[in-house]
């Protein structure tokens, strides 16, 4: 924006003239000037550019001058009048404004910066400085393709335990900060890493940024960042080679460029007796005592997962026991049952048409549904002799508060979606509960 006037003012012009005054007759009306409101706000910003919109109340052809500057500190009124001063010695003239509603652009600033602009009323005569300066504070975004480590943050691995309310194992990460900068935490394989973003930390970091759903400058990112120093706690990871991360997001919900990262490996644990009296080929039966297909039980996670093949392996279309269409269930660790979850098992293509295929239950409420929540604990197994042969699989309750439901689980099976449908792969699927015979 091009400025409206040049005062051309000497320093001892300005001098005299601050001390010119005028009698007042008691029929004049006295302007006064000093309640004139200036009113600033950022338009937008980018790595080097700046546009600061400009508002007073004042008359339409009040002046005013402004200054962009690094000192956070200084009184505005100080820096303003230094300016003031500075142009007239060395140049003889004040660059000067007009206009109450007012956009400037301001460029070859530096990325992830902080400035002050600074503004004020000035008289066109006088060249002085009246009513209060307003004064804005932004910082001019990072470079998206720079990232550099936070030597105030840092990460140890802590202990594992049992959470209480849901017995399950959680590995605990210390999270120390000794600044203000605000964070969220997060845990990656590195193989997750390598495969799905080449190493690369911006994909990554964007990627996460995104899952959260929300806009930039929303006011719940305030409800998920992190600050200071915390305990950050995972449900057990398995063994793998990882990363935890730290990643800087700032309170408006951008990337701040700020990360840290922490990489450890976690070793397979020796799997107890409890856990492998599981493993090996089960036949399942009705409660009327009827085959109906045969399960094995395959070590994925030792003491934590395994893998089920042939789930319902009778239906007509899905080979179940194929390993893309295994399923995991829990072991508990405390209890030493097998517990089914509900869980997304793989994507298919068949004949150019997508299959989704999902492992769930059914429940009913007046009318049959499928279970619609992941990871959901659906059934668990207990053993039925002294010898580990022979168990029972009995379904769990439903229970969920927000539609009020409390009701028994009839089945754990395989659904496949076309479309938004679910369909079972059974013609008849298995209702609970069901028994167990280990035949190998």
Not at 131 to 139: C, D, I, K, S, T
Not at 166 to 191: A, G, Q, R
Not at 322 to 333: Q, R
Not at 396 to 411: E, F, M, S, T, Y
Request: contains cysteine; proline residues 3%.
């Amino acid at each position: 924006m091009k400025p409206v006037t040049l005062l051309k003012l000497l320093l001892a012009s300005v001098l005299m003239l601050s001390f010119v005054s005028c009698e007042k007759t008691s029929d004049q009306v006295v302007e006064t000037i000093d309640e004139v409101n200036i009113m600033l706000d950022v338009d937008n910003v980018s790595l080097e550019t700046v546009n600061i919109r400009v508002r007073h109340d004042g008359a339409a052809d009040l002046l005013w001058v402004y200054m962009l500057t690094p000192d956070l500190e200084t009184p505005a009124q100080t820096l303003l009048e230094q300016k003031v001063a500075d142009d007239i010695e060395l140049t003889g003239e004040v660059v000067v404004y007009n206009g109450q509603n007012k956009s400037v652009f301001l460029s070859g600033l530096q990325a992830k910066f902080y400035y002050r602009f600074i503004c004020q009323a000035i008289d066109g005569v006088t060249g002085k400085l009246y009513g209060e300066p307003a004064e804005l504070q932004f910082r001019t975004r990072r470079d998206p393709a720079v990232f550099e480590v936070n030597d105030n943050w840092s990460i140890e691995r802590g202990e594992r335990s049992i959470n209480p309310s849901d017995h399950m194992e959680y590995d605990n990460f210390e999270i120390s900060s000794s600044d203000e900068e605000t964070y969220v935490v997060l845990p990656i394989k590195v193989s997750d890493f390598e495969f799905y973003y080449k190493n690369d930390m911006r994909s990554l970091f964007e990627d996460y940024h995104a899952d959260f759903g929300l806009e930039v400058g929303s006011s719940q990112w305030r409800t998920i960042l992190k600050s200071g120093d915390i305990t950050w706690s995972e449900q057990r990871l398995r063994s793998s080679q990882w990363i935890v991360y730290m990643i800087g997001i700032d309170a408006d919900g951008e990337l701040s460029g700020l990360y840290q990262e922490y990489r450890f490996t976690i070793e397979q644990e020796v799997a107890t007796d409890a856990y492998n009296r599981w493993l090996g080929t089960w036949q399942v039966s009705d409660r009327n005592g009827r085959d109906l297909f045969s399960i094995s039980v395959i070590p994925s996670e030792n003491n934590l997962w395994f893998y089920l093949a042939g789930w319902e392996g009778d239906n007509l279309y899905f080979p179940t026991d194929d390993p893309a269409l295994m399923i995991e269930t829990f072991f508990n660790k405390e209890t030493g049952k097998m517990e089914f979850v509900s869980q997304y098992v793989n994507t298919m293509i068949q004949d150019t048409e997508t299959i989704d295929f999902y492992f769930s239950g059914t429940f009913y409420y007046g009318g049959n549904y499928v279970i619609d929540l992941m990871n959901y604990k659906m059934a668990e197994t207990s053993f039925s002799n002294a010898d580990y042969t022979e168990a029972r699989v009995d379904g769990l309750n439903l229970v969920d508060p927000v539609r009020g439901l409390n009701v028994p689980i009839q089945a754990v099976c395989y659904f496949y979606y076309r479309g938004s449908q679910p369909s079972a792969i059974s013609l008849e699927i298995p209702s609970l509960p069901l028994s167990l015979k280990k035949i190998q």
